[in-house]
């Protein structure tokens, strides 16, 4: 594993690696690393890791084996810098999210969801009635 990356950037890129398709969209990779970043501010969490420990099922991409998350994790630099469309924009992004800094593509959110909820008539937030900003979507 490489030294060069925090632990907290690491963990957020990886997350954010994980949790985005494997189309690597730059928005995408960077909306998931600001809605982790966004939650921890707002919840007085002073790391991504104090997030994850008060609430363990925020992100699935660190507790179900997720290949991608697993793959950051154990990038060398070298690795992370010569994956310029995947990892490297992790990076980049977990950075950005954690300094809050430039435009956040997730527009102050504090949660995300992807196939699963599209797929999963039983996610916990359909069944309660989930309604999306735009109606249209609904």
Not at 71 to 99: P, Q
């Amino acid at each position: 594993m490489s030294d060069g990356i925090d632990a907290q950037t690491r963990k957020l890129a990886a997350i954010a690696f994980g949790e985005a398709s494997t189309d690597n969209v730059s928005n995408e990779i960077g909306g998931i690393a600001f809605a982790v970043a966004n939650r921890a501010r707002a919840w007085g969490h002073k790391t991504v890791e104090e997030l994850l420990t008060a609430d363990k099922n925020y992100t699935y991409a660190v507790s179900d084996g997720n290949a991608r998350y697993g793959k950051l994790m154990e990038a060398t630099d070298a690795e992370i810098t010569a994956d310029k469309n995947g990892m490297a924009i992790a990076v980049d992004w977990a950075k950005k999210a954690l300094a809050n800094e430039g435009d956040d593509p997730s527009n102050g959110a504090y949660w995300w969801d992807g196939v699963d909820f599209k797929t999963n008539s039983n996610h916990p937030k359909r069944k309660d009635g989930f309604c999306y900003g735009e109606t249209s979507h609904n």
